[in-house]
């Protein structure tokens, strides 16, 4: 049974940083994708960026430079390092795991935490 749950939300300025953690029990997929997605109210849920367990990272185009994507494999955790914060950064944040394909893509994901809150004040 796999189990997500996220910590590290929080209120923070503009400009400001944060980091997202992910504590990870079990792994249903021996190659894996380690996502991590936002949604802000009244809008879709939409993708950050994941990590794979080759520990290759994808990014959205929206956080490019800004926001990094790691992996603790000793602590099972996986972080979300969050730089130069904007007002559309905020949300609830998920992390998320899913298979990775046989081209090392992440198209899904089952199973999710239950989010931690980000507010960024301009």
């Known amino acids: 049974q796999v189990q997500l749950v996220e910590s590290g939300g929080g209120s923070v300025q503009a400009g400001g940083s944060l980091m997202l953690s992910c504590a990870v029990s079990g792994y249903s997929y021996s190659t894996y994708c380690m996502g991590w997605f936002r949604q802000a109210p009244g809008k879709e849920r939409e993708g950050v960026g994941a990590i794979d367990s080759n520990a290759s990272t994808s990014y959205a185009d929206s956080v490019k430079g800004r926001f990094t994507i790691s992996e603790d494999n000793a602590k099972n955790t996986v972080y979300l390092q969050m730089n130069s914060l904007k007002a559309e950064d905020a949300g609830m944040y998920y992390c998320?795991?899913?298979?990775?394909?046989?081209?090392?893509?992440?198209?899904?994901?089952?199973?999710w935490g239950q989010g931690t809150q980000v507010t960024v004040s301009s």
């Open positions: 998320a795991q899913g298979p990775m394909d046989d081209r090392g893509r992440c198209l899904s994901f089952g199973y």
